[in-house]
């Protein structure tokens, strides 16, 4: 990793960087390692930055357009990491959630398991209808644009809306993990099991953008 990028990898220092720092160190080291990216089933980019035992550092890239979903379009779901993050492009609406059991007209709760190494293609992702259904209430809505940073604790439903007209790219720190299961709310009409395999691409592709 460039030295420049390394030392702004940093839980002290990717918040306080100035965004065009951050992006142009961003930039030197997509152009000099060449890496590897994935696409979300939700249509989203993600950029694996930093891999270590303790934390994960990623590059999420929502293009302008349309953003073509695959699999079932459930997009209210927990970590079991908390989410760190920093809008270095573009903007989005963080909304965070209240979860009450429901016998009754409640949603459908799926848990995540990844078969293999969820950064590799190859790697098969399941999602597993449970038993559980729920009630939401929205309890946090915050709008943020460029320069703004937010966090999303660990275990708790959340969700990103991210407008058609805006290319938004992210700077996420995932970290202080904690056992408990990942889980989607997911929609009525979908098998018991969803199973994808994610795109791979260059990451060179994230230069367009930034």
């Given at each position: ?9 940093q839980a ?9 720092e ?6 030197q080291?997509?152009g000099?390692t060449a890496?590897?990216c994935l696409?979300?089933?939700h249509g989203?980019?993600v ?5 270590i035992?303790?934390e ?6 929502w ?7 695959k699999?079932?379009p459930a997009?209210i779901?927990t ?6 993050s920093r809008?270095?492009?573009g ?7 209240d979860?009450?059991a429901?016998d009754?007209?409640?949603k459908?709760?799926?848990t ?9 293609k190859?790697?098969?992702?399941r ?6 259904t729920?009630h939401?209430e929205?309890?946090?809505r ?12 660990r ?7 991210v407008?058609?007209?805006l290319t938004?790219c992210?700077?996420?720190r995932?970290h ?6 990942i889980?989607?709310?997911?929609i ?5 099991e ?17």
């Amino acid at each position: 990793m460039a030295a420049n990028l390394e030392s702004l990898l940093q839980a002290d220092r990717a918040w306080d960087a100035g965004v065009s720092e951050l992006l142009t160190a961003l930039r030197q080291w997509i152009g000099e390692t060449a890496p590897l990216c994935l696409r979300h089933p939700h249509g989203f980019y993600v950029l694996p930055l930093k891999l270590i035992d303790e934390e994960e550092w990623r590059l999420h890239l929502w293009p302008n357009g349309n953003r073509e979903i695959k699999g079932m379009p459930a997009r209210i779901h927990t970590h079991d990491r908390h989410i760190d993050s920093r809008i270095l492009l573009g903007g989005l609406t963080n909304i965070c959630y209240d979860a009450h059991a429901a016998d009754v007209d409640g949603k459908p709760v799926y848990t995540v398991a990844y078969h293999g190494d969820k950064y590799q293609k190859t790697t098969t992702n399941r999602l597993q209808r449970s038993a559980e259904t729920l009630h939401l209430e929205e309890v946090t809505r915050r709008v943020l644009v460029a320069g703004e940073c937010y966090r999303i604790e660990r275990h708790t439903f959340h969700e990103a809306q991210v407008s058609e007209a805006l290319t938004t790219c992210t700077l996420i720190r995932m970290h202080s993990y904690e056992p408990g299961a990942i889980r989607v709310v997911g929609i009525e009409g979908y098998p018991d099991e969803v199973a994808f395999e994610r795109e791979q691409f260059e990451g060179k592709l994230f230069l367009h953008f930034i």
